[in-house]
């Protein structure tokens, strides 16, 4: 075999990787390879770097951020090596050479992408995962914070709660979610209707574009800054940092849960909840889900609404304000509890109360398999049609399912629906996602799951927004459209496009085709360039 000139060190490093992994010396793998050599220069680096296919840890570090166990079957396409950068360098190199040999680059912050789109692709691909760039600096003193995009939400509410605990952030419940793709879609979470988004409180960032370039807001401009902030992830750079804008909170907050099932009128309380929840005062966030559970009667099943939420400040005024505003929920002290924020996010995230340090642990949840899908609602669904919908959660497959609905209004009302590309604001009531789960051994079955979730999906359409369809970015779902692997119109994607970004979609598009004309960063639901390279070519 002839290979290209190139200095001893750098070929002997990776010959050393290749035949530990078994790994064979082919066309385009061994290219892209030697490009990532010559740059990284060093075996030691390269080690802790590069995993390629047959590497003994390849499948434990692909496997490690996979959230959704639906795309870590045997049939899952498997990047062809997985990058973990040490540093910034690493990020250009690996950019640059997967640009060079044609392979398409997929990046990844969390592993929390509901539809895998960052660590699964059906052209040859490698993945950039940032798991390595977690670095947090909080600034109590002027309010911010720099959070890496690899950092998970609960390493940055530790970072913030060992500093102090009176400011916070607002962000999403789960603590395992991964910082990059959460603030890339927008991300809310109990504090949203005071504060709004993440990405609304993100006042600075840093990205390297597609030519390598490291840039600051200054250096990137405002129509990319704009972008980047509820966009979506791998669209239009790669973003390394984000500098957020940290809120204030009590040092006591109040947190409730209600459960309600059938029998205990629960269709009629959510009905009534429909007409307040979204008007109550900004410092108080509502949300409900919807769960199949035991019923008092033995063998059977119901129904159940589980009403939670969280007043900043103390249980004295969260029952005087539900009692005159929501005395239909029945809130009394026993289902109140005062504590901090940080312990707040443990209660919400479904952790034990007893040590924040396990907001650090990425493996404190069991992962399951699901599919997720969304709907924003603007009227009020009447009891019929809410009916209609707890009884779908009675069915087979629905063993599992969640409905989780938030309330909006409050600070989401004030702020302009162009302000950011996540355009979902005033006029909205609630937003809701349907998620249907089962388990890893269930996935021969999945199709079962899936169809469940459609259906529940088609009988909300009188209820929910029209003209078009709403759908939450963060909750990625594919069977709104996707992109073709190659060129794809403006009008292919404006059917999905529209239903995340409404008309921002079309802003978001001339950003795209200014700072990416190439599509080089590109998914099944990525922004298009308004005109691609392979239309040009008139292919």
């Not at 950068?85 to 640009?99: A, D, G």
């Not at 691909?125 to 690899?150: C, H, M, P, Y």
């Not at 940092?241 to 205990?264: D, G, M, R, S």
């Not at 970004?501 to 099944?524: G, I, S, Y």
Request: aromatic share 12%.
């Amino acid at each position: 075999m002839k290979f290209p000139q190139f200095s001893m060190l750098p070929f002997l490093m990776v010959v050393v990787m290749l035949s530990l992994s078994g790994t064979t010396l082919s066309h385009p793998h061994w290219d892209f390879l030697h490009c990532l050599s010559l740059r990284l220069a060093n075996y030691s680096t390269i080690s802790k770097v590069i995993y390629v296919q047959n590497n003994p840890s390849y499948s434990s570090v692909l496997n490690a951020s996979i959230h959704n166990t639906r795309f870590s079957t045997p049939a899952t396409p498997k990047p062809f090596a997985i990058i973990t950068p040490l540093k910034t360098s690493h990020v250009r190199s690996t950019l640059y050479c997967s640009k060079k040999h044609g392979f398409q680059l997929r990046i990844r912050s969390g592993g929390h992408d509901v539809e895998g789109l960052s660590y699964v692709s059906e052209i040859p691909f490698v993945i950039l995962d940032l798991l390595n760039f977690r670095a947090i600096k909080v600034d109590t003193k002027n309010e911010v914070a720099w959070v890496q995009s690899g950092a998970t939400l609960g390493e940055l509410y530790y970072a913030i709660a060992a500093k102090t605990n009176t400011l916070a952030f607002p962000a999403g419940m789960c603590h395992t979610v991964g910082a990059g793709g959460h603030f890339s879609g927008g991300g809310y979470g109990t504090l949203f209707r005071k504060y709004g988004l993440a990405a609304d409180n993100i006042i600075d960032a840093r990205m390297i574009d597609v030519n390598g370039r490291i840039l600051d807001r200054k250096s990137m401009g405002e129509d990319v800054f704009w972008a980047i902030r509820g966009g979506g992830g791998n669209t239009f750079g790669i973003v390394l940092a984000w500098k957020i804008k940290l809120v204030p909170v009590p040092a006591v907050v109040t947190v409730f849960t209600i459960n309600k099932n059938l029998e205990q009128n629960a269709t009629k309380i959510f009905h009534r909840w429909q007409y307040i929840a979204h008007k109550l005062p900004d410092d108080l966030f509502m949300n409900v889900w919807i769960t199949k559970v035991n019923s008092s009667q033995a063998g059977m099943k119901t129904v159940q609404a589980t009403f939670r939420g969280m007043l900043l400040g103390g249980v004295d005024e969260l029952i005087t304000l539900i009692q005159d505003k929501f005395p239909e929920l029945g809130l009394a002290e026993e289902n109140c509890n005062e504590m901090s924020w940080i312990e707040s996010v443990l209660y919400f995230g479904g952790l034990p109360l007893q040590s924040v340090d396990i907001l650090l642990d990425k493996n404190a949840l069991p992962t399951l398999s699901f599919k997720a899908k969304s709907d924003y609602v603007k009227e009020p669904i009447p009891e019929s049609g809410i009916e209609g919908l707890m009884s779908m959660f009675l069915e087979e497959e629905a063993d599992n399912a969640v409905a989780m609905i938030a309330a909006f209004g409050g600070k989401m009302d004030d702020i302009p629906e162009n302000e950011l590309p996540y355009p979902h604001r005033a006029g909205n009531l609630f937003e809701a996602t349907y998620i249907a789960q089962w388990t890893k051994e269930e996935n021969a079955e999945s199709g079962k799951y899936i169809s469940w979730s459609r259906r529940l999906y088609s009988y909300m359409t009188p209820y929910v927004s029209k003209s078009p369809r709403e759908a939450y970015v963060n909750y990625r779902d594919l069977d709104l459209g996707i992109n073709n692997n190659d060129y794809t119109s403006y009008e292919q994607a404006s059917i999905w496009g529209f239903k995340y970004f409404k008309n921002n979609f079309k802003r978001l598009v001339q950003v795209k085709t200014k700072v990416d004309p190439m599509n080089f960063f590109r998914n099944e639901q990525s922004i298009p360039p308004l005109l691609s390279p392979w239309k040009k070519k008139g292919n």
